[in-house]
């Protein structure tokens, strides 16, 4: 905890130094279960709260999750409390394969109070590519430096659709249809702190969709993903290789 609490006062500090614009974002996010790069760690219940910070190309994200039910003794507590501090930085626009091409990078630390496991910090890298038709292909190498000391590497793809517009609450709002499809590549000592599976290789895939209603300051709507794992060995290592989460989330932009 006491790394936590020294991380967010150092990105607080750095955020509050850049002369641009500051924006927060607040999302709660109510789900049938709590998937995390292929892992299942609840199969009940959670709510999980979001503050997204963002000045500049700095970025402080602020996550927390919450379990609804007693099934794991931890009904209405916090098991997971992690924070992030990044850049997202535009290098490269205007080209016609490569619309537009963000670098980003940063640090995590994630922690997980009121349970048995082990706290850990990860630095990451990555790219956000635009591409034609307003298609973003996101690659993230994630390096844990602490407890697991593996990678993991997660490619994603995914749209905006805007359906239709409409007006509520006195406000402009368009519904928005956000499919999603990627996948995670794990290395051989994430894939067997994680899985058991003593091999890197993929590990699992996931597609999803959401259907939101958005304007300038909020947006709200239903969620349904699935996930998958990849590696037949993995697969006889877990419970339930396969899951679907259903969820409701809701934003509000400062």
């Known amino acids: 905890m006491k790394r936590f609490l020294l ?20 999302k709660s996010t109510l789900q049938s279960k709590y998937m995390w790069r292929g892992v299942r760690v609840s199969n009940d219940p959670v709510v999980q709260s979001e503050v997204l910070i963002k000045k500049g190309i700095f970025e402080v994200n602020l996550f927390g999750n919450i379990d609804v039910t007693n099934e794991n003794d931890n009904g209405g507590d916090f098991t997971e409390m992690d924070v992030t501090f990044g850049i997202n930085k535009e290098i490269l626009g205007g080209g ?30 990555g ?29 994603d793809f995914f749209k905006d659709f805007n359906l239709v517009k409409f007006g509520l609450l006195g406000r402009d709002c368009t519904l928005v249809a956000k499919p999603d499809i990627g996948a995670g590549w794990g290395s051989q000592d994430y894939n067997e702190y994680y899985f058991n599976e003593d091999s890197h290789g993929i590990s699992n895939w996931h597609a999803g969709l959401s259907l939101m209603v ?19 060995n993995i697969r006889d290592n877990v419970a339930d290789d396969e899951n679907v989460t259903v969820g409701f989330s809701a934003l509000y932009r400062f």
Do not use: C
């Not at 956000?128 to 292909?137: E, K, N, R, V």
């Not at 349904?224 to 037949?232: A, C, E, K, P």
């Open 127 to 155: 790219f956000d590519i635009t591409l034609p038709m307003d298609i973003h292909s996101k690659t993230v190498a994630n390096f844990d430096i602490d407890e697991v000391e593996g990678a993991y590497v997660s490619q």
């Open 214 to 232: 958005v304007n300038d300051r909020f947006e709200f709507g239903p969620s349904v993903s699935y996930t998958d794992l990849w590696n037949d």
């Open 7 to 26: 991380l967010l006062v150092v990105v607080l500090v750095s955020v509050s130094a850049s002369a641009s614009e500051l924006t927060v974002d607040i």
């Open 96 to 125: 016609i394969l490569l619309r537009q091409v963000n670098l980003l990078a940063g640090i995590s630390s994630f922690n997980y109070p009121n349970t048995d496991t082990d706290s850990t910090v990860e630095l990451y890298a």
